[in-house]
């Protein structure tokens, strides 16, 4: 009894001390350290393996692999295969950038409970005698890197390690070039946790393209999209209702009724408002809609979800509305987009005054382009006030705006660059805008805003902001602020915010935006009654301070 007793508790400690690693777990360490030898290892970096192959070979290995000895061992061979690391010494070197490390995290190659002591010596090494010149896999145009020299595998789903390779790509990319990744709402290491298993499950097609799309909506930025044919005809429907609205006090206002090619009637009327689509309220639309649309806040998520909202692969949808004080229940047709035919599209002017006695002026910044700027303040700058309404994507003309209406240079923005010499980290820079101009702009400047004053229109909105008598109305602007990377993934188009951005003094906007002096939102009865409150307060504001 004592020998059986003795046997079972050595084979017990035995088996036990192997320390037996999940499947979670072999994968993350090998999307960790497929990631990083990419971007780091010196051979590796000059792009002299195949290094989608190698990581599609690893992934066949680490399912035979039970425990934490075999996997090190794996891992140890592995790097020893990649050759010679020579000592970097401008690693070493200090510099004079400011850096920004709130990304940088590799504090995974010391975790004891994958790694033991031999490979998290070796890893450290590698961090320290990194790659620092030319990145087979990056590129850089000015300040902002590009991803290069990655195959495609197709958008079709192929394989279950296809797949997690896409997965382990994209999550680098986010891992060590993206500027906010310290700010997604799921801790990326704890994203990678979860789609792991979504992306073994992953069966079909749709499934696929839909994986990838919730990977894609956790970097919590507006920029960021998927571009998938798939899911918008499965998801979102390729028909609309004929009509169109604008969305206020999570409801859906009916601005405009459309023709069809058809001729047919429709049963919604302009102010209508819809408050239930096939049994759902506009809320809890957004909310399903919300796994897969990317987006740096809940407005943002609105902002993106709306034009959504009346699609469907079925000939008609049920919807409840408001209509002179009564709930209506109305099954409206829906038609393929060729078929819906929009008229007297009004046509709208670059600029013009508000009033009669030309005190106030308008500058609509969507339209206005860089050559019409100097014939635009030749009209206005003998108005009061000018009204620049930035609810929209203005068109490059920052700069020269800056020179017309600031009175001198100064710092407007404070920008983050990827070091692709270190990556995961950072370097910071200042930005001025403006010169030295004693016939600058004098009268006031007004600046409208809401969730669709994005990216460029709202550095163009900090730029104004320096004016100094500048007041911004509206509502919080998107938070996605910086240039984009444009790259692909599983064959389709993708992107996120490449560069940081922050105010002069470090304060953060992306997810928060740009908030406003004076906070306007559309109402329901504004809408109904055909006006722009968010312009009409500003014109308010004007008359209360003259």
Not at 79 to 92: N, R, T
Not at 268 to 287: C, E, S
Not at 389 to 405: E, V
Request: glycine letters at 6%.
């Amino acid at each position: 009894m004592r020998i059986l007793s003795l046997t079972f508790f050595l084979f017990f400690n035995l088996h036990f001390s192997a320390q037996i690693l999940s499947q979670n777990q072999k994968l993350e360490s090998l999307c960790r350290i497929w990631g990083f030898l990419k971007y780091y290892h010196p051979n590796v970096a000059k792009g002299n393996f195949e290094w989608d192959q190698q990581l599609l070979r690893k992934i066949s290995e680490v399912e035979s692999v039970h425990d934490k000895t075999e996997l090190n061992v794996l891992y140890l061979n592995w790097i020893e295969s990649l050759g010679q690391i020579d000592i970097c010494k401008p690693c070493s070197k200090e510099d004079d950038n400011t850096y920004f490390e709130k990304n940088l995290d590799l504090s995974w190659m010391s975790n004891s409970n994958v790694f033991n002591a031999e490979v998290s010596r070796k890893l450290h090494n590698i961090q320290n005698n990194r790659n620092t010149g030319t990145n087979h896999y990056l590129g850089k145009s000015g300040r902002k890197v590009y991803f290069r020299n990655e195959n495609s595998y197709g958008s079709k789903f192929t394989s279950t390690a296809i797949g997690l390779l896409e997965l382990f790509r994209y999550w680098n990319y986010v891992e060590y070039f993206f500027p906010y990744k310290y700010q997604t709402d799921q801790n990326w290491n704890d994203t990678l946790t979860e789609m792991i298993p979504k992306f073994l499950a992953v069966s079909n097609d749709e499934t696929y393209h839909l994986a990838l799309a919730e990977l894609v909506t956790k970097t919590d930025d507006s920029h960021a999209f998927l571009y998938s044919t798939l899911i918008s005809l499965n998801q979102y429907g390729n028909k609309k209702v004929p009509v169109e609205y604008l969305y206020a006090e999570g409801k859906l206002v009916i601005t405009r009724v459309n023709a069809t090619r058809f001729n047919e009637s429709v049963p919604l009327y302009a102010g209508d408002v819809i408050y239930d689509i096939d049994g759902r309220t506009i809320p809890q639309i957004i909310n399903s809609f919300g796994k897969y649309i990317p987006a740096s806040n809940s407005w943002g998520k609105e902002k993106k979800a709306k034009n959504l909202f009346l699609f469907s692969n079925r000939d008609s949808i049920s919807v409840k509305v408001e209509r002179n004080g009564q709930n209506i229940s109305v099954t409206a047709k829906t038609y393929s987009i060729p078929d819906i035919i929009r008229e007297n599209i009004p046509v709208l002017q670059k600029w013009k005054f508000m009033d009669n006695k030309k005190k106030t002026g308008y500058v609509n910044m969507g339209i206005i382009e860089q050559e019409d700027l100097g014939e635009m303040y030749s009209n206005l700058k003998s108005a009061e006030s000018i009204i620049f309404d930035l609810r929209n994507y203005p068109k490059q003309t920052i700069i020269p705006l800056s020179h017309i209406l600031l009175p001198g240079a100064s710092i407007y923005y404070q920008f983050t660059f990827p070091d692709i010499s270190y990556p995961g980290r950072f370097y910071s820079r200042k930005n001025s805008i403006g010169k030295k101009n004693k016939h600058y702009y004098k009268g006031n400047v007004i600046i409208l805003v809401d969730e669709n004053t994005q990216s460029q229109a709202e550095t163009t909105t900090m730029m104004l902001k320096q004016h100094p008598k500048s007041t911004v109305i509206g509502s919080n602007t998107s938070g996605a602020n910086g240039d984009i990377i444009r790259f692909k993934i599983a064959d389709l188009e993708t992107c996120f915010t490449g560069l940081g951005a922050y105010y002069p003094d470090g304060r953060e906007t992306q997810r928060i935006g740009i908030v406003p002096d004076i906070i306007v939102k559309p109402t329901i009865n504004g809408i109904k009654k055909g006006m722009d409150e968010v312009l009409e307060r500003a014109l308010l504001f004007i008359k209360t301070n003259e």
